[in-house]
């Protein structure tokens, strides 16, 4: 199965990944081949939006966490939405989802968004 | 090169064979418009040439006729005077044949008692006889002029005639005709006599015979009544011209022309010849008073022949420039295909793998130069490419190689070397590691001390020598924390610090690590994101809850807590990595969890090898000529004796 990549820009000098199809070890390259070239390492945020991933190897997760790494090293954000169930199971086995920001639906990230947003603007008030 | 030997599908062949054809269809197609164009005009040439050589003719026949008509018309004027003498008489046609040299004989024939009374008959003749005059007398009892034509038809018509030819027997004794001038006293009556002019046949004979044209025609001449006076074929000379029709071309024509309109007129035309094969051209002309005819025939066949000759004089010409044509084709193209046949055998060389061939020098600008340039840009390129293909093939050869060497290694850190099968007091384990590519990312290993059997079953995330070298990383790792005696969870806790720190590539390894108490069936596992074994029993078989942290490498600082729990004896624990559940067909469809549960209640519970082998068979049905694509690692450990 292949892989269909889209990266749209988001608010605030995001990013948006949009992935469909197989995340795998023959695809895994094609991401981190757009993500290097495309990605700017700088990004204030990366959603990886996986609503339409039907499988994910530990190859895709590889660089799923590089991706997040990437964001770490220079406190971006980095979230992943819209996991389906047996994508979700691949995090849930190797027990990654508890240091990620996952959301179920694009509304719970929006909600979660704004939240920060009010934080911070709190925070300079 | 095989096709080469058969001539007809050479290029060259073909391309001559075929101008060849052309051109001989073009210079039969000229040959032939120019026989019929050569022809036409030849007919009108000789159609020409009859009719001025028949005016030609006539017009001297009559220059001569009419020089000796005025000779005989001017004899009368002067003998019809009544008080001439015989001797004058004499004396004046002496006078006239030396004059007149065209003159045979000339004679003066008198009506007996009407010129003169006391002169009875009188007919002095005089005719050239070699040099001289001859004489002699007419009026004899032999000669009896009053009879003769000559004499007798002037007579009658009061006026001049030609007479028909004749024999003058007793007379100038050749054949002659006759010019014969009435002796006419005081307009027309009465008839005095007559004074003649001979004109010797021989001199006509001689005429006609002269006339040659081309090489079989000819001449002839006929009298006012169809008598033959002049031809070539002497015999026919004096017969009726119906009598010798095969002497020229047949009565039908010659009868419808005489009694035509323009019998008195030139003609020409054309009509089938007696003589000859085929037909004749036959010029007519008529000469004036006499009602004699000059006729000029040609046979056809003389114009077919000059026409045959000339025509093949251009055949000959045409044959030549054919010959020319073929060998100036023949050249040319042998020229222009000797490069492509060089072409065509350097083509074998190189495609039998020979590239060094000799190719022909770029000599020619044309096309074929173009070509033959080409030619050897892509022999050099291909070149190129053979000889970057060969380096790259032995660089994946070394590559290879080096795999293959690296899989031992790696295989060797493995006990057993990727499969192992114990059956030990208390315990039996199998455990088989498949990898997808040469090397893999699955790791397995146990030790067993004394009572206790310590064990691992991981999986380094993605495939290939990146996870092989994280793998043995994460095995070396492993193999020294036994030693320390640290429970699974320490040991994975360690394992995940070293292996997490300086990670940029961001690898990590799944692992489920445990160790089984021998004597006791205690065994405590901890689980780094590896799913869960299966734990199958005399009776059940279920999931093997191991609650546990993240995978190694993934974050530093992980508690992995320590899972205990009893084992009755004969009991079996599956360890395994994904490449078995997430194993696909050729169909892409995935082996899956449920299946892998359904074959392990079903197979017979008898020893860890046979349980192992069943399940591997079973995935390696599933998947039938699917490519592996995961790593597959299979652990079973049964509990008990």
Redesign the interface.
């Given at each position: 199965?292949p892989l269909n990549i889209e990266i749209h820009a988001e608010p605030n000098e995001g990013k948006r990944i949009s992935l469909a199809g197989s995340l795998?070890?023959d695809t895994?390259p094609q991401l981190q081949d757009k993500i290097d070239h495309e990605i700017d390492s700088t990004a204030h945020m990366i959603i990886m939006d996986l609503r339409r991933l039907e499988f994910l190897?530990?190859?895709g997760?590889?660089?799923i966490?590089?991706t997040k790494?990437l964001m770490d090293n220079h406190s971006g954000k980095f979230m992943l939405v819209n996991l389906q169930p047996q994508v979700r199971k691949v995090f849930e086995?190797?027990?990654?989802l508890?240091?990620m920001n996952v959301f179920r639906s694009q509304e719970e990230m929006d909600d979660y968004l704004a939240t920060m947003q009010n934080k911070v603007r709190d925070g300079d008030s | 090169m095989q096709q080469q030997k058969d001539p007809f599908h050479s290029l060259a062949t073909r391309l001559s064979l075929g101008i060849i054809l052309l051109g001989t269809l073009i210079f039969i197609g000229v040959l032939g418009s120019n026989y019929v164009l050569s022809r036409n005009l030849l007919e009108q040439y000789v159609g020409e040439l009859a009719r001025t050589t028949a005016a030609s003719t006539v017009n001297e026949i009559e220059s001569v006729f009419s020089s000796v008509a005025t000779s005989a018309d001017s004899l009368a004027a002067i003998v019809i005077k009544a008080d001439i003498s015989e001797q004058q008489i004499q004396d004046a046609i002496r006078a006239f044949l030396k004059i007149n040299r065209d003159i045979y004989g000339m004679a003066v024939a008198l009506e007996p008692n009407v010129l003169q009374t006391n002169i009875g008959q009188f007919a002095p003749y005089y005719f050239r006889n070699d040099s001289s005059l001859s004489y002699t007398d007419l009026a004899v009892d032999e000669y009896r002029y009053l009879t003769w034509d000559w004499y007798q038809q002037p007579k009658t018509v009061t006026r001049p005639v030609w007479t028909e030819p004749y024999y003058d027997r007793g007379g100038g004794n050749v054949l002659m005709t006759t010019y014969s001038t009435p002796l006419l006293i005081a307009d027309q009556q009465p008839f005095a006599g007559v004074a003649t002019a001979d004109i010797s046949l021989d001199w006509l004979q001689q005429l006609v015979a002269n006339i040659q044209i081309l090489e079989t025609g000819f001449g002839l001449i006929v009298s006012q009544q169809d008598t033959v006076v002049a031809h070539p074929d002497q015999s026919r000379v004096m017969k009726k011209l119906k009598s010798t029709l095969d002497s020229g071309f047949i009565e039908h024509y010659w009868d419808k022309y005489v009694q035509s309109k323009r019998a008195q007129q030139a003609s020409y035309f054309h009509a089938p010849c007696r003589h000859e094969q085929g037909d004749c051209w036959i010029a007519i002309k008529p000469l004036l008073d006499t009602g004699w005819k000059v006729v000029i025939i040609i046979p056809e066949s003389e114009l077919s022949y000059e026409i045959m000759l000339l025509t093949g004089e251009i055949a000959l010409l045409a044959l030549v420039g054919l010959v020319v044509l073929v060998l100036v084709i023949i050249t040319h193209t042998r020229n222009m295909i000797n490069p492509l046949e060089r072409l065509a055998s350097v083509t074998a060389a190189i495609g039998s793998g020979n590239l060094d061939v000799k190719l022909p020098g770029p000599s020619r600008n044309d096309e074929i130069g173009a070509l033959t340039t080409d030619f050897r840009n892509m022999r050099d390129s291909l070149r190129t490419h053979i000889e970057q293909l060969r380096q790259t093939t032995a660089k994946q050869q070394k590559l290879e190689s080096e795999i293959e060497i690296a899989s031992n290694i790696q295989m060797s850190m493995l006990p057993g070397g990727g499969t192992v099968s114990i059956l030990d007091q208390g315990y039996q384990l199998y455990a088989q590691l498949r990898p997808a590519r040469s090397v893999g990312g699955d790791l397995y290993f146990y030790q067993h001390q004394e009572n206790k059997l310590d064990f691992i079953v991981g999986d380094v995330s993605d495939k290939g020598v990146p996870a092989a070298l994280f793998m043995a990383k994460a095995v070396t790792l492993y193999t020294g924390a036994p030693n320390e005696d640290l429970s699974p969870g320490d040991t994975l806790a360690r394992m995940n610090l070293a292996l997490s720190q300086n990670n940029d590539a961001c690898m990590f390894v799944t692992a489920l690590c445990g160790r089984l108490d021998l004597a006791t069936g205690e065994l405590i596992m901890a689980n780094a994101g590896h799913m869960h074994p299966l734990q199958k029993t005399q009776d059940r078989i279920n999931e093997l809850s191991v609650d546990g942290g993240t995978a190694l490498g993934l974050m530093e600082n992980v508690d992995y807590p320590n899972v205990v729990q009893v084992l009755a004896p004969q009991t079996s624990l599956l360890l395994y990595t994904d490449g078995i559940t997430e194993a696909f067909n050729t169909a892409g469809e995935q082996y899956h969890d449920e299946r892998l549960f359904t074959i392990v209640a079903h197979a017979s519970q008898t020893t860890a090898e046979s349980l192992g082998s069943t399940v591997l068979a079973d995935v390696d049905a599933f998947v039938d000529k699917a490519k592996q694509s995961d790593d597959i690692t299979l652990m079973v450990i049964h509990y008990g004796h």
């Open positions: 199965m795998d070890t895994a190897s530990s190859a997760l590889r660089v966490f590089k790494k086995i190797i027990k990654a508890d240091g | -």
